[in-house]
């Protein structure tokens, strides 16, 4: 997809054609914008203003063959706006890291020190808050070159890695 214009193709790989273009845009104010996968739809994450007025973040689920069915799960608090967006005068993108457990952590690639996570249960209702990220909040210069992923930890490969005995554990405290 590309993230200024949300236009995107898609492509079947059984009969080898290309479909689209595809306008994800559910608001024309976007001014940036990324996906993520919850379930079997597709979620838009959206900058809408433009980079220098930052007015809101918000959130849609795409349905549909034709990704035409569009519904607004929910907007950024203003107050994990002004945390993503910190001393920062221009704010132009945005990084979405998703999970098969139904949470999304957004950041800004640009202050990486916040992380707002967004919930979404099964009903479609979301919850907002932040993380600290610790990588970046310790002072070290750990921080300079970083790479944030996510995945569902259980029980038991938490087990298994202390099991192993090959792995080391530390309670970071933020």
């Not at 739809?41 to 980079?51: A, P, Q, R, W």
């Given at each position: 997809m590309d993230q200024i214009f949300g236009v995107t193709h898609s492509y079947d790989p059984n009969s080898k054609i290309w479909s689209g273009p595809y306008d994800l845009r559910p608001d024309r104010t976007i001014y940036f914008s990324v996906i993520g996968l919850h379930g079997d739809s597709l979620i838009i994450v959206g900058l809408l203003g433009d980079s220098e007025n930052l007015n809101d973040v918000k959130v849609w689920e795409l349905n549909g063959e034709l990704l035409d069915c569009c519904k607004e799960i929910g907007a950024m608090p203003k107050e994990l706006l002004q945390r993503l967006k910190?001393?920062?005068?221009?704010?132009?993108?945005?990084?979405?890291?998703?999970?098969?457990?139904?949470?999304?952590?957004?950041?800004?690639?640009?202050?990486?020190?916040?992380?707002?996570?967004?919930?979404?249960?099964?009903?479609?209702?979301?919850?907002?808050?932040?993380?600290?990220?610790?990588?970046?909040?310790?002072?070290?210069?750990?921080?300079?070159?970083?790479?944030?992923?996510?995945?569902?930890?259980?029980?038991?490969?938490?087990?298994?890695?202390?099991?192993?005995?090959?792995?080391?554990?530390?309670?970071?405290?933020?």
């Amino acid at each position: 997809m590309d993230q200024i214009f949300g236009v995107t193709h898609s492509y079947d790989p059984n009969s080898k054609i290309w479909s689209g273009p595809y306008d994800l845009r559910p608001d024309r104010t976007i001014y940036f914008s990324v996906i993520g996968l919850h379930g079997d739809s597709l979620i838009i994450v959206g900058l809408l203003g433009d980079s220098e007025n930052l007015n809101d973040v918000k959130v849609w689920e795409l349905n549909g063959e034709l990704l035409d069915c569009c519904k607004e799960i929910g907007a950024m608090p203003k107050e994990l706006l002004q945390r993503l967006k910190r001393e920062e005068t221009s704010f132009s993108s945005i990084k979405v890291i998703s999970s098969k457990a139904d949470f999304f952590y957004i950041y800004n690639p640009g202050e990486p020190g916040e992380l707002v996570v967004l919930e979404v249960d099964g009903e479609g209702l979301c919850r907002w808050g932040s993380v600290k990220n610790a990588a970046v909040s310790d002072g070290s210069r750990v921080a300079e070159r970083m790479v944030l992923t996510c995945s569902d930890v259980g029980l038991g490969d938490l087990g298994r890695a202390v099991g192993s005995g090959n792995g080391t554990f530390t309670l970071v405290k933020c």
